[in-house]
């Protein structure tokens, strides 16, 4: 088994790259697999969070107007990532299908190979009703502090991993090299940039430079968000 590693757990708005944002990004650097460094950090976003992720999580829109712009997060990850080439999850290219659509958002790249959990779960306990992070580690008695957070569930892949080798000595536990091509996404559209604008405008907020990023899905939720809390546009 590798003992070198980056863990990696992210929270999203939904189950699409495309559509959805990350909302949190959770890493832990393990070397000899010994936890060496934590990355933790809430992602801004231009739109309500969906109350089944608000369930299933606990992170609030509130939580996340404490957080950073997408670019910032993302480019810090990127840089606490570095001379890690190997990820660790569970189920982890869910998590790196979001982290290539981020980066291509900002013209990144990012490329990484993968031990993924969820995988070798399904290889060698095919006889579970339920191989989800949580199934597992209640089968291994792994105590989960806070699950469905972030670097919370970054910590018990990584536990969990150690539990499947210590089981499966003879099993060989190798990366596999993760792929995802990003699907071309639509630019906010300059009458939507107007209209954003002049709307944030009489609410009394501001047009940030990182509003350019918004894809036109993007900015027709923000601005179905703004009008829904604060009111149409009145001229």
């Known amino acids: 088994m590798l003992t070198d590693y980056l863990a990696l757990d992210l929270e999203t ?22 936890e060496t460094e934590r990355f933790s950090r809430f992602v801004k976003i231009y739109q309500s969070l969906p109350e089944k992720i608000i369930e ?8 996340l107007s404490g957080g ?8 810090e990850f990127l840089k606490f990532a570095k001379g890690m080439p190997v990820l660790l999850g569970h189920n982890i290219g869910f998590d790196f299908s979001f982290l ?46 806070r699950a469905h957070r972030a670097v919370d569930d970054a910590i018990s892949a990584h536990r969990l991993y150690q539990a499947l080798a ?3 000595p003879e099993y060989d536990f190798l990366p596999q090299p993760l792929f ?11 009458r939507q940039k107007k209209y954003l604008s002049n709307l944030l405008h009489y ?33």
């Open 13 to 34: 708005t939904g189950l699409s790259p495309e559509r959805d944002r990350i909302i949190e990004i959770g890493a832990v650097k393990y070397k000899n697999g010994m």
């Open 56 to 63: 299933l999580t606990g992170i609030t829109d509130k939580m």
């Open 68 to 75: 950073d712009e997408e670019k910032i997060v993302l480019t």
């Open 100 to 145: 290539k659509v981020a980066a291509a958002r900002f013209g990144m790249e990012f490329e990484r190979e993968a031990l993924d959990t969820l995988l070798f779960a399904k290889k060698l306990h095919p006889e579970l009703a339920s191989r989800t992070l949580s199934a597992l580690c209640a089968h291994y008695k792994i105590v989960q502090e």
């Open 166 to 168: 210590a089981t499966f």
């Open 180 to 190: 995802y091509q990003p699907k071309k996404q639509e630019p906010m559209t300059l």
């Open 203 to 235: 609410h009394g907020l501001e047009y940030t430079e990182e509003m350019d990023s918004l894809n036109k899905s993007d900015a027709s939720r923000m601005i179905d968000r703004l009008i829904f809390t604060k009111g149409r546009l009145q001229t």
